[in-house]
């Protein structure tokens, strides 16, 4: 695979040295790059400032905000086909929706927590008012992993319920995008 990446970025006619090559290839590589590269890196024997460099580089190439995503969903409409549905299971440290994204999409953004909800039924009820409302583009449920995360797999199987009934009832046009938000907690242990 390096061969091909040294060829793809090497013109027939190249009189330069590895070291004109090799920060493009580098750069070549960290767009390919997966997420537990800066996991690798940080474990890996190379030196403080290779890490650095690679941390650093990765996430100013990857580095997509919430609000770029969500603006995305709502505008874009994520290039799907009528009577879609985009479903997103997202992990984030983050605590909370940062409130001026509520504000700012209200009309296009329903957010429930899955702590506030009552029942299968209540849930199911939710989703099907999602699926019915022209407006509604996005609907995000918070669930936070240390105390609901017993409910993940039930979601993510009414959510799917839900949309294939709307589906066969052609109840709903447009495109939805379904976020299950999981909120993840960081483990900070005295001493480690």
Sequence with gaps: MLGLLVIQLCPEDFAGDADTLLPECKIKLMEMATQDIIILAQNSTITPDEKEWIIHTYTKIHSVTFK??????????????????????????????????????QNEVVHKSISTVKSELDTTKQIQKFYESGDELVLIFDLHYASDSQHLSFLKFLVDKVEKEASASLKWGGTKTIIIMVHLQRNFNEGS
């Design 68 to 105: 770029q995503r969500l603006e995305k969903y709502i505008k874009a409409k994520n290039g799907l086909e009528e009577n879609q549905t985009k479903k997103v299971l997202m992990f984030t440290y983050s605590q909370r929706l940062e409130s001026e994204l509520k504000d700012q999409y």
